[in-house]
T-cell receptor, first 113, second 114 residues
Framework: DVKVTQSSRYLVKRTGEKVFLECVQD?????MFWYRQDPGLGLRLIYF???????EKGDIPEGYSVSREKKERFSLILESASTNQTSMYLC????????????FGPGTRLTVT | QKEVEQDPGPLSVPEGAIVSLNCTYS??????FMWYRQYSRKGPELLMY????GNKEDGRFTAQVDKSSKYISLFIRDSQPSDSATYLC??????????????FGTGTQLKVEL
């Protein structure tokens, strides 16, 4: 079974803090993704990565950066957290040829106060 | 206008009912059409996917795609309380570097009551 794990289920941070969200997958997938999920807005793509050291902006990259130093790990960084970044963050991974099937982690509920 | 439109519900049906969930889209470049299911406090998981227009059946679930109308549907027969979840439609096109970029609907919350 593919497993995608995220470092925290719940996180509370203060405005202005630097926040790291970690994601690890165990199926040797090349592609990894970070989404945020908000009521009424659905899942929106923040960043994705084709492979190690590679990254591409998604639809809403402002205020975020990513790091992929190893194939199995994809990190999302909030450089200076703001209250409008309070959200559910979901990590996903997939193979290039079957990219319609993304495997999601359980999510991190981030609250910025 | 959003690329993918989905009625958020909530939708409440009695056990055994036939459920119809729908999405419309505007981007003709979409090639794959998916339905993901998301249980409370979990990540979404792929339920079904189709590549072209037509129907695809898997047990109690049928996915339908009409590319000419830019309309996709998911039908659930003999609905069960365990089907209570949020259903997300998703569509994809191929990225230049490989893989697929998925665009999701906002999700329809379904509750199947005993």
């Amino acid at each position: 079974d593919v497993k995608v794990t995220q470092s925290s289920r719940y996180l509370v941070k203060r405005t202005g803090e630097k926040v790291f969200l970690e994601c690890v997958q165990d199926m040797d997938h090349e592609n990894m993704f970070w989404y945020r999920q908000d009521p009424g807005l659905g899942l929106r793509l923040i960043y994705f990565s084709y492979d190690v050291k590679m990254k591409e902006k998604g639809d809403i990259p402002e205020g975020y950066s990513v790091s992929r130093e190893k194939k199995e790990r994809f990190s999302l960084i909030l450089e200076s957290a703001s209250t409008n970044q309070t959200s559910m963050y979901l990590c996903a991974s997939s193979l290039p040829l079957t990219g319609y099937e993304q495997y999601f982690g359980p999510g991190t509920r981030l609250t910025v106060t | 206008q959003k690329e993918v439109e989905q009625d958020p519900g909530p939708l409440s049906v009695p056990e055994g009912a036939i459920v119809s969930l729908n999405c419309t889209y505007s981007n003709s470049a979409f090639q794959y059409f998916m339905w993901y299911r998301q249980y409370s406090r979990k990540g979404p998981e792929l339920l079904m996917y189709t590549y072209s227009s037509g129907n695809k059946e898997d047990g109690r679930f049928t996915a339908q795609v009409d590319k000419s109308s830019k309309y996709i549907s998911l039908f659930i027969r003999d609905s069960q309380p365990s089907d209570s979840a949020t259903y997300l439609c998703a569509m994809s096109h191929i990225l230049t570097g490989g893989g697929n970029k998925l665009t999701f609907g906002t999700g329809t919350q379904l509750k199947v009551e005993l």
